[in-house]
């Protein structure tokens, strides 16, 4: 039972990066109907920016402290916040430029131009990924103790490490902020008015060129969050992380039903879940096709998703 309960902890924590991943899907699709294959890699090239600005930061390029497991809280606590705002700011100026360049010209162009011109992004950004980061996985020292954080209560056949908080004390205010700013102010008014009629939400004075605008821009900042969490948590980054990561996230987002904020959310969770409790009792090798398996199985009986898909009719 121990081992069972370390191990849904574990999953939390890679539920929760792939939740912040997922909703750049969702974002994107309930606006425009587009499967933008690139956000992946605009989650990975975060990751590879985190590596560089802390790699910088730890030796004293910037004529800072150092990130290490010795660094006071403070200290280390202003330096990720430093990290994760210049990762956020930069992969949301990158989404912005991509729906520019890439998507915007090609909106009324029948659907199958988009999503090609989103596969050949992808392509792009991962080559800037082997320019950026070269062919080997990177890697970081493990700034966060080693410790655990329930030992202090008295267990120890459980586990919750600093790492694993970290996690959660980024991604939960973001998932909450992003949540009140879709259902309480104006602009997310007019996001949701954009997902349900871009024409009509036009013709009511909504700026829809600005609105998508901000939707890439709140998905890549989301996805530069993720990069930087990833890389702390885990340790590493590699050209390629996007793929795994971003199917995992979209599969997260149908999962619990494109579109669906809430739904993208619970999803990832679920994926995370999946993905620790395969790699645990079963095997890495088999973790993929059981993702898989759990999706189509839920859409066989559920179509649109644990919460259901939030899509306007736009025939």
Same mark, same amino acid.
């Given at each position: =039972? +121990? ?8 999953? @939390? ?6 939740? @912040? ?19 992946? +890699?605009?989650? =990975?090239?975060?990751?590879?920016? &985190?590596?560089? @600005? ?7 390029? @910037? ?57 050949? =992004? ?26 655990? #954080? ?48 871009? +024409?009509?939400?036009?013709? =009511?004075?909504?700026?829809? !060129? ?12 989301? &996805? ?39 739904? &993208?959310?619970?999803?990832? #969770?679920?994926?995370?879940?999946? !993905? ?8 890495? !090798? ?30």
């Amino acid at each position: =039972m +121990d081992q069972l309960i370390q191990t849904l902890i574990i999953g @939390l924590a890679n539920g929760l990066i792939f939740a @912040l991943v997922a909703l750049g899907y969702t974002l994107v699709y309930g606006i425009i109907e587009l499967i933008n294959f690139a956000h992946g +890699d605009v989650f =990975m090239l975060g990751s590879m920016l &985190a590596f560089g @600005l802390i790699a910088i930061i730890s030796s004293g390029g @910037l004529g800072v402290f150092s990130i290490t497991s010795g660094t006071p809280v403070l200290v280390m606590g202003g330096q990720i916040a430093l990290t994760l705002l210049i990762c956020m700011v930069a992969m949301a100026v990158l989404n912005v430029s991509i729906e520019r360049v890439a998507y915007r010209p090609l909106r009324h162009a029948p659907k199958l131009a988009p999503l090609i011109s989103a596969i050949g =992004m992808s392509f792009v950004l991962q080559n800037v990924g082997l320019i950026f980061g070269g062919a080997y996985q990177r890697t970081i020292d493990n700034i966060f103790p080693n410790t655990n #954080l329930l030992e202090p209560l008295g267990i120890t056949s459980i586990a919750i490490t600093p790492a694993q908080v970290f996690v959660a004390v980024v991604t939960i205010p973001l998932l909450l902020i992003l949540t009140w700013f879709v259902d309480r102010t104006r602009q997310g008014r007019a996001m949701r008015a954009t997902a349900q009629d871009p +024409d009509t939400a036009g013709l =009511m004075g909504v700026d829809v !060129n600005r609105t998508i605008a901000l939707t890439f821009a709140i998905g890549g900042a989301l &996805a530069g969050a993720a990069g930087v969490v990833q890389i702390l948590y885990n340790n590493y980054t590699v050209w390629n992380l996007g793929f795994r990561f971003g199917l995992n996230s979209f599969t997260a987002a149908v999962l619990g039903g494109i579109g669906n904020l809430r739904g &993208a959310v619970l999803g990832a #969770l679920v994926i995370g879940e999946v !993905n620790a409790l395969s790699d645990y009792y079963l095997s890495p !090798n088999w973790t993929q096709a059981i993702v898989f398996g759990v999706l189509i199985a839920i859409l066989v009986f559920k179509p649109t998703g644990l919460l259901g898909q939030q899509l306007a009719d736009r025939a």
